[in-house]
T-cell receptor
Framework: DVKVTQSSRYLVKRTGEKVFLECVQDMDHENMFWYRQDPGLGLRLIYFSYDVKMKEKGDIPEGYSVSREKKERFSLILESASTNQTSMYLC???FGKGTGSLYEQYFGPGTRLTVT | GESVGLHLPTLSVQEGDNSIINCAYSNSASDYFIWYKQESGKGPQFIID?????DKRQGQRVTVLLNKTVKHLSLQIAATQPGDSAVYFCAESKGAQKLVFGQGTRLTINP
């Protein structure tokens, strides 16, 4: 089974702190994604990566950055956390090329971040 | 921009009945659609997908219908069980690895 793990289930940080959210997948997937999930808004894409050291902005990249130094690991960075970044953060991964379900993304359990 | 929307944010059904969750999409160029189920405290899990060259696809107790004429997608769950209680998301893609998700529908099962 594909496994996507996230470093923390719950995180509480103060305004202005630098926050790192880590994601690791064990299936040699090329693609990795970071979403935030807010009630009534569904999942919104922050950043994604098609390959090591490669990143592309999603729909809401402001206030975030990412790092992908190794294929299995994709990090989301909040340079200076703000209260409006309080949310559930979900990491996902998928194969680079269509295999069976073309674009199926496998999700981690999520990190609920509270910024006070 | 692209958007995927759901007609109803909540749906309540009797245990044993069939459930139908609807989704409207706006991008006629989308060629792939997928349904996810998210249980409380968990990440979304894949249910079923369909390509744009198909109208219907069946899985175990689930069926996805695609109507490209009106840009509508639906998920049918047969004989709904308590374990089906969750939030259901549709998502679309247009030839890229990126998915665009709808806002979700919360399905509640009444005993």
């Amino acid at each position: 089974d594909v496994k996507v793990t996230q470093s923390s289930r719950y995180l509480v940080k103060r305004t202005g702190e630098k926050v790192f959210l880590e994601c690791v997948q064990d299936m040699d997937h090329e693609n990795m994604f970071w979403y935030r999930q807010d009630p009534g808004l569904g999942l919104r894409l922050i950043y994604f990566s098609y390959d090591v050291k490669m990143k592309e902005k999603g729909d809401i990249p402001e206030g975030y950055s990412v790092s992908r130094e190794k294929k299995e690991r994709f990090s989301l960075i909040l340079e200076s956390a703000s209260t409006n970044q309080t949310s559930m953060y979900l990491c996902a991964s998928s194969f680079g090329k269509g295999t069976g379900s073309l674009y199926e993304q496998y999700f981690g359990p999520g990190t609920r971040l509270t910024v006070t | 921009g692209e958007s995927v929307g759901l007609h109803l944010p909540t749906l309540s059904v009797q245990e044993g009945d069939n459930s139908i969750i609807n989704c409207a999409y706006s991008n006629s160029a989308s060629d792939y659609f997928i349904w996810y189920k998210q249980e409380s405290g968990k990440g979304p899990q894949f249910i079923i997908d369909i390509r744009s060259n198909m109208d219907k696809r069946q899985g175990q107790r689930v069926t996805v219908l695609l109507n490209k004429t009106v840009k509508h997608l639906s998920l049918q769950i047969a004989a709904t069980q308590p374990g089906d209680s969750a939030v259901y998301f549709c998502a679309e893609s247009k030839g890229a690895q990126k998915l665009v998700f709808g806002q979700g529908t919360r399905l509640t099962i009444n005993p």
